[in-house]
């Protein structure tokens, strides 16, 4: 488990929406510009969701959320590009805390609660 302290959680989310905003405007040079628009899009909007949660209400907060959308991702979904660049979003916010998404798809596939999630891999803030 890393500690992190808001302002660098909010740099790192930052930095992954530039490289979301990045991929959407690469997203027309791929073999199938419509899926990686919108996956780069659902990337942006979920980073900023993020960084609005961290900044007003907390990093336990943002996990929560973060962790409970998670859980409602599904696979097999009609709009793949979306689910699949928010759950990229989502693993990648808890990477930040050294968690593995392996670590994240297994809780989603035992439908772990938060509280079970956040007491096998508990995140710190640094004050």
């Known amino acids: 488990m890393i500690e992190v302290s808001r302002e660098d959680l909010v740099r790192a989310l930052k930095r ?18 419509a ?3 919108t996956h780069a899009e659902s990337r942006r909007t979920e980073y900023k969701k993020l960084i609005e949660l961290v900044e007003k209400s907390g990093i336990e907060k943002a996990c ?7 859980q409602s991702l599904k696979n097999g979904d009609e709009d793949l590009g979306e689910n699949k660049g928010r759950e990229q979003a ?3 916010f808890f990477h930040i805390f050294g ?3 392996e670590k ?3 809780a989603r596939e ?6 079970e999630f956040s007491c096998q891999y508990p ?4 004050v």
């Not at 979301?20 to 510009?33: R, V, W």
């Open 16 to 33: 992954y929406k530039g490289l979301a905003k990045q991929d959407l405007l690469a997203s027309e040079l791929t073999p199938d510009p």
């Open 35 to 37: 899926y990686w628009r």
């Open 64 to 70: 929560v959320y973060a962790f409970k959308t998670y």
């Open 90 to 92: 989502i693993e990648l």
């Open 99 to 101: 968690i593995e998404p």
């Open 104 to 106: 994240l798809r297994l």
């Open 110 to 115: 035992k439908q772990k609660n938060y509280e």
């Open 123 to 126: 995140i710190k803030e640094i």
